[in-house]
């Protein structure tokens, strides 16, 4: 097991083209075990990038991305495909298949990539939808879900292949604020039950202040802060400064204008 200090994730000087545009311009940065880190940054800044290149879904036009201590080459090859089953991924739009029940979505990695007996799939199942706090849940559709608990349910099957790392784009937008601060608690109480280190991308500041360790902030491809969220907070101008204005709640705010908030700040 590799000690805090010792990174799961290491970006090395990495460049990103779609086409002829650079989207991501030599980041460097590292992840260590068993921390918390947010991506920040306004919306097109690169980060959902960021997130799809460190899991071989974007290939980087310069770079290197290291996982595990290995260094990630074609998403194909064997070796590529065993350091990925040690990653879990909840996307943006992490949709769960409609047609499935919520035990047979959880299930489907179990059945694609092990060989594990019914029975044994069907215990890690309720283990993980305990961990989720839905455990009545396995037999229900997708359909018959609130928005809430579809997450959880995206996030258990994003656990059961028990990986050490977990990335989660957005995983609160379009949540309400009291559905969300639960979905940062589950991921707190994820982080320290199953020692995983998890890399969140988010824009809601409450969310940012409750779960982070350190965070990254990106700004028009570019790596601009990488470091503690307290530090970043106390910066007073440019662009970290004007993400935070912006996303600071108001004094006298109430839940439904934090409601507005963040649904602003997803589109
Ligand atoms: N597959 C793609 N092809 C071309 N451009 C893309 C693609 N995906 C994202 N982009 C562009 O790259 C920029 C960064 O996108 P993205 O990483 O999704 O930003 P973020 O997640 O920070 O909102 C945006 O301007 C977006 O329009
Ligand atoms: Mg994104």
């Known amino acids: 097991m590799p000690d805090s200090q010792h990174p799961l994730v290491k970006v090395q000087d990495l460049i990103v083209k779609y086409g002829e545009r ?3 311009d030599g980041i460097t940065t590292q992840f260590n075990a068993s921390e918390i880190r947010v991506i920040l940054g306004t ?4 980060k959902t990038t960021l997130l799809k290149s460190i899991i071989g879904l974007v290939k ?17 090859e064997p070796e590529t495909v065993k350091l990925l089953s040690k990653i879990g991924v909840l996307f943006q739009n992490g949709a769960m298949l409609g047609s499935l029940t919520v035990f047979d979505n959880i299930a489907l990695p179990l059945n694609m990539h092990t060989q594990l007996h019914p029975k044994v799939i069907e215990e ?11 455990p009545h849940a396995a037999y229900l559709f997708p359909g018959e879900l609130s928005g809430g608990m579809r997450k959880r349910a995206a996030l ?12 989660c784009d ?4 379009g949540l309400d604020p009291v559905t969300s601060a639960g979905l940062d608690e589950l991921l707190l109480k994820i982080r320290d039950i199953l020692s ?17 360790d350190k965070i990254i902030f990106l700004h028009k491809g570019k790596l601009l802060y990488d470091g503690l969220f307290d530090e970043a907070r106390r910066i007073d101008s440019g662009p970290i400064a ?11 705010d109430t839940e439904s204008s934090r409601l507005n908030l963040t649904v602003e700040n997803i589109i």
């Open 22 to 24: 650079t989207v991501l």
């Open 43 to 46: 919306s097109g800044c690169g």
């Open 242 to 252: 004007d993400f935070f204005a912006r996303t600071e709640p108001a004094e006298n």
């Open 156 to 167: 258990a099957r994003s656990l059961v292949m028990d990986p050490s790392l977990l990335f």
């Open 170 to 173: 957005e995983p609160s937008a």
């Open 60 to 76: 980087p036009f310069a770079g290197r991305v290291t996982l595990f201590d290995r260094e990630m080459k074609d998403p194909d």
């Open 124 to 134: 890690i199942v309720h283990t993980k939808l305990a961990q989720v706090d839905m």
């Open 196 to 212: 995983i280190t998890i890399v969140v991308v988010t824009h809601e500041l409450m969310s940012i202040e409750k779960i982070s």
